[in-house]
Nanobody, 118 residues
Framework: VQLTESGGGLVEVGGSLRLSCVVS????????MGWWRQAPGKERELVAS???????YYGKFMEDRFTLSRDYGTNTLFLQMNRLKPEDTAMYYC?????????????WGQGTQVTVSS
């Protein structure tokens, strides 16, 4: 299973970004997918996740500024991020799991950097 992220970058406060994660390989092994993020000096935290055919689950500290979606036709997971804040600055990782879970972590992408400038 390979996960390839894209869409990160530098954005001003209040701006938007949409992250994409394309899944390839043994897709039948993947039951859950999601996004995590890790800021410098902080622990990795869950942003959002969803199981096949399920509804999005948002992490404990996430606000309604983020929206998770999935295109099964292209095997792509999206994270739409609006009204970005400096505290959203982090490396964002796509992850996938082989079981039904809100915290998928069996497979990881390389990460895409999101930097919000004030």
């Amino acid at each position: 299973v390979q996960l390839t992220e894209s869409g990160g970058g530098l954005v001003e406060v209040g701006g938007s970004l949409r992250l994409s994660c394309v899944v390839s390989g043994k897709l039948y092994m993947i039951i859950s997918m999601g996004w995590w993020r890790q800021a410098p000096g902080k622990e990795r935290e869950l942003v959002a996740s969803m199981r096949d055919g399920g509804s999005p689950y948002y992490g404990k500290f996430m606000e309604d500024r983020f929206t998770l979606s999935r295109d099964y036709g292209t095997n792509t997971l999206f994270l739409q991020m609006n009204r970005l804040k400096p505290e959203d600055t982090a490396m964002y990782y796509c992850a996938a799991g082989e079981v039904v879970t809100t915290t998928p972590d069996d497979y990881w992408g390389q990460g895409t950097q999101v930097t919000v400038s004030s």
